[in-house]
C-alpha cells in the first residue's frame, strides 16, 4: 500500500518535498512514478525512477523536480522548488515491480501554488 503526503499551499518560487511510502514491504525492485493531475485536464507523468535507479522528468518540470528512493525507509521523493502557480494539481505516485501487471496507487496530495 502506498502513502502519498506532503503536499500544501505554497507560494510561487517556493519549495516542497512529497513522500511515497510503502507500508508493509520494501519500494526495492519497483519503478515509481509521480503523476499530477489538476482539474478538467489529463493525468500528467511528471517524474519517474526506475528499479536500477535511472530516472526521467517531464518537460515542465526538468530542471526544479527531483526524483530519489530511500529504501531503508521504503520510500520514494519528490523534491519541488522553484515551484510555479501551474504545478498546481492533486499528486500521485504509483509503483510496479517487474513480475506485477499493474500499478499500485497512492491516494494523492494536494499541492497548490499561489502566485
Known amino acids: 500500500q502506498l502513502q502519498a503526503s506532503g503536499g500544501g499551499l505554497v507560494q510561487a518560487g517556493g519549495s516542497l518535498k512529497l513522500s511515497c511510502a510503502r507500508t508493509?514491504?520494501?519500494?526495492?525492485?519497483?519503478?515509481v512514478n509521480w503523476y499530477r493531475q489538476a482539474p478538467g485536464e489529463p493525468r500528467e507523468l511528471v517524474a519517474s525512477?526506475?528499479?536500477?535507479?535511472?530516472?526521467h522528468y517531464a518537460v515542465s518540470v526538468k530542471g526544479r523536480f527531483t526524483i530519489a528512493r530511500d529504501n531503508a525507509k521504503n520510500t520514494v521523493y519528490l523534491q519541488m522548488n522553484s515551484l510555479k502557480p501551474e504545478d498546481t494539481a492533486t499528486y500521485y505516485c504509483?509503483?510496479?515491480?517487474?513480475?506485477?501487471?499493474?500499478?499500485?496507487w497512492g491516494q494523492g496530495t494536494q499541492v497548490t501554488v499561489s502566485s
Open positions: 504509483a509503483a510496479i515491480a517487474p513480475w506485477e501487471s499493474d500499478y499500485s
Open positions: 525512477i526506475s528499479t536500477g535507479d535511472s530516472t
Open positions: 508493509g514491504s520494501t519500494f526495492s525492485g519497483y519503478a
